[in-house]
């Protein structure tokens, strides 16, 4: 079992940055691979980013390439999100997942852990 906690989120206006953290525990070797989620306001949870700890391989949704940038601390356990020029749209629920298996990143079934989330607004 991985626990994970998520910091970061906030309220800025279109164009400004935000970083999340997440911090993982527990098993944490066991983790294949790392991913943000974002549920926007009545809409369903979507992959923003993922990272593989074992390679640092990363995969991006593309509403959010070349704005996001994910990374994970192997020392410390942390999975980050580096998001600038925000956008309304990018306004959700943030959540951080780990999964233990392979299979697509996108795929929120195939993740058994899961933060509770941090909110992001971005304004017009």
């Known amino acids: 079992q991985v626990q994970l906690v998520e910091s970061g989120g906030g309220s800025v206006q279109a164009g400004g940055s935000l970083r999340l953290a997440c911090v993982a525990s527990?098993?944490?070797?066991?983790?294949?691979?790392i991913t943000w989620f974002r549920q926007p306001p009545g809409k369903e949870r979507e992959g923003v980013a993922s990272i593989y700890p074992e390679t640092d391989v990363d995969y991006y949704d593309a509403s959010v390439k070349d704005r996001f940038t994910v990374s994970y601390d192997k020392d410390k356990h942390t999975l980050s999100l580096q998001m600038n020029n925000l956008k309304p749209e990018d306004t959700g629920m943030y959540f951080c997942?780990?999964?233990?298996?392979?299979?697509?990143?996108?795929?929120?079934?195939?993740?058994?852990?899961w933060g509770r989330g941090t909110l992001v607004t971005v304004s017009s």
């Open positions: 997942a780990a999964s233990t298996r392979g299979g697509s990143w996108w795929f929120s079934q195939l993740y058994e852990n």
């Open positions: 527990g098993r944490t070797s066991s983790i294949a691979y």
